[in-house]
């Protein structure tokens, strides 16, 4: 999902996974790349791009969606409306049982470039209310608006 959003994110680190526990690791940034050198560019966030973005986020913004919600934080071109996600900004501890089952536990949480952690949800910062089934979506008009104002 994220790489998808290249053109907008830019190449970079987009956001870290904290694991507050561990010793080895405490922050695993993840990146946007181009695949044009060898490796990512580490240690150096990704560049703002010019264009507005509006990010549109409820509770149904969820894990991985607020992932890609995050890594448009801390930039002044993007703008969040609706309510607040779902809040699982959650990153994933793997361990094999001795049955050869898995367990996943949470054991880290998200954070956006600048290592600004959204606990225990992603706010918008727009509130709109929800639209009732069939009329017309406020946060989608709140979200056009401001991009048109942008212009």
Not at 110 to 139: C, W
Request: charged share 20%; no cysteine.
């Amino acid at each position: 999902m994220i790489n998808g959003l290249q053109p907008l994110l830019g190449e970079g680190i987009y956001g870290y996974y904290i694991f507050p526990r561990r010793a080895i690791m405490k922050a695993m940034p993840q990146y946007v790349w181009s695949g044009k050198e060898k490796e990512p560019r580490a240690g150096k966030a990704a560049k703002t791009q010019q264009q507005q973005v509006a990010v549109l986020i409820d509770s149904l913004t969820a894990s991985s969606g607020e992932m890609v919600a995050i890594s448009f934080k801390g930039r002044s071109n993007a703008k969040f409306f609706g309510q607040p996600s779902a809040g699982y900004t959650t990153g994933n501890g793997t361990y094999k049982l001795s049955d050869g089952a898995y367990l996943f536990l949470a054991t880290g949480y998200m954070a956006d470039k600048n290592r600004n952690t959204y606990l225990p949800n992603i706010a918008p910062d727009v509130v709109v209310e929800y639209s009732p089934a069939g009329a017309q979506d406020k946060t989608i008009e709140a979200a056009k608006k401001w991009l048109l104002e942008a212009k």
